[in-house]
Nanobody, 123 residues
């Protein structure tokens, strides 16, 4: 079992920055990949970014590439999402997810999900 708790969401103006955190507990954190997904109102949940077990490999959706950075601190059992140059279209509930052996985009491969944190970007 893995428990995930996100934090760091909020309201920010377009062009601003936020850093999301996701604290994990349960299984040994360095044994599994992590990812961030998001869901905007009226839309399906979509992949944002993923990171491998040791942080060597990362993957980003085209819509956030160059603006968002995913990282992890295995000693702190935490994964981060640094979001810069935010746009109104980034407004969504952001979820962290675990636990595939590799960093993948397919959400069906993720067994554990956090409760989500709201990010709102005003224009």
């Amino acid at each position: 079992q893995v428990q995930l708790v996100e934090s760091g969401g909020g309201l920010v103006q377009a062009g601003g920055s936020l850093r999301l955190s996701c604290a994990a507990s349960g299984r040994t954190f360095s044994l599994y990949a992590m990812a961030w997904f998001r869901q905007a109102p009226g839309r399906e949940r979509e992949f944002v970014a993923a990171i491998s077990r040791l942080g060597v490999t990362t993957d980003y959706a085209d819509s956030v590439k160059g603006r968002f950075t995913i990282s992890r601190a295995n000693a702190k059992n935490t994964v981060y999402l640094q979001m810069n140059s935010l746009k109104p279209e980034d407004t969504a509930v952001y979820y962290c997810a675990a636990e595939p052996p590799r960093a993948v985009r397919d959400e069906s491969q993720y067994d554990y999900w956090g409760q989500g944190t709201q990010v709102t970007v005003s224009s």
